[in-house]
């Protein structure tokens, strides 16, 4: 389990003055990224390098109250369930000021060979990671 | 039923080369805002004038092909199922050059008065317009 | 010259209820892109497949009006200058429902092999194109 | 002047894969309201409750070298010259890892009341804090 702090950005709410809905989407890969910080040089690495990356296959969503501009949404986020390639990532996204669950998701990825788009064997170390932060209770 | 087209923008992918996960939520909504062109003024209107919005407060998305740069995106909506204050939406998005599935998406959203955020009756012309579009089939 | 049309889209206007700054020079980038339509394959097979880009190494604008959502911007481009590898490109931004002009931005932009990120000449159906657009006397 | 560091994102780049051109303004505009923390509330309260904004313009950038995912830019920000309502910020954008500019911007913005979207008098407060990062010899 991992939680991050991010605010939302003056460009980020819409023309309901709310958080777009598709941007909590990015918000929780932003927290995937940041998981996979415990793996030598990051999510960066394992995509730009090593040419690995995880695409989601899945996705679901409850919105369950707004962020307006200025909110910190805290994101928490953490390993589901482990397949042999792909995996559940759950998340819990709470507005910081008065605690109130802004929204849970679900998040299906694949480990991916970049070059050729498709699905491949789970690095040992990807695997590791995932296994660390599993919590099968979560969001 | 609605389809639009649109052609995925130069940057609108991401590291991968592929587009961005989040933003097929923000495709399906453009078509969405364009099923809504059927009331006087669109959504425009609706939500800025009549200060009624339709957030969400649930999306499931199934992803099944990646879109890339220049990739022209057939998106068709069709209303799925008429509650009292909600509706759900279904969206499949096509990539037009091969006719393959990239994905499908589930869209719940909720007659909201945008100046309280809080649910609010289901105008008349709204609920014509949705049921019109209703395809209880779809996907 | 060449104009295009786009609307404001729910998404892009920040929290002051206005296209955020940056993003006029989307739309800019925008109607670049359609420039290119005039090339076979359009920008897109200039950059996935010849692998040739223009990225900008200047940009200027002026903001004069403000775009709400839903305003229809008239984005008309021009080349205004052609230098060895680099082009000047202009733009004015007009709102569609009143004429007002929202914005003028100028674009420098160089010709890039993109695998090397470096310039590199001009292909001759690249320079006929942006000559046969060339208005010295736009912004 | 404030220096702050951001991270170019995985849905930053564009299909160039490097950030998109137009996403400097918005790393610019992310150090201004930093600069803006300052203040009670930050560039939140400003604009959200006080309801004054400071939008754009003017924008002038000069693009150096390139940032791809992963990089971290370190935005630094100096007020150059204060007006009666308008001020000049100067950036500089730093690629950390090699400490090469990537780009410079000046972006000029004026005190302006957001509800008739007109210019107002700057604020006592919101002039002190400018003054106070005010660096001439800047961008």
């Known amino acids: 389990m991992l939680t991050i702090e991010r605010q939302v950005r003056f460009e980020e709410v819409d023309a309901a003055g709310i958080l777009f809905f598709a941007r909590y989407a990015t918000y929780a890969h932003d927290a995937m990224e940041r998981l996979f910080d415990g793996l030598a040089g990051g999510y960066v690495a394992l995509t730009m390098k090593r040419r690995i990356g995880m695409p989601a296959v899945r996705l679901n969503c409850q919105f369950s109250a707004p962020l307006r501009y200025g909110d910190i949404a805290c994101i928490t986020v953490s390993t589901t369930r482990i397949g042999n390639r792909s995996v559940e990532l759950g998340y819990r996204i709470v507005r910081k000021h008065d605690g109130v669950l802004a929204a849970t998701l679900g998040h299906t990825v694949v480990t991916t060979d970049l070059?050729?788009?498709?699905?491949?064997?789970?690095?040992?170390?990807?695997?590791?990671?995932?296994?660390?932060?599993?919590?099968?209770?979560a969001p």
Chains 1, 2, 3, 4 share one sequence.
Do not use: E, I, K, N
């Open 115 to 137: 070059d050729r788009l498709r699905s491949c064997d789970m690095p040992a170390d990807v695997r590791a990671l995932l296994t660390a932060h599993l919590d099968a209770a």
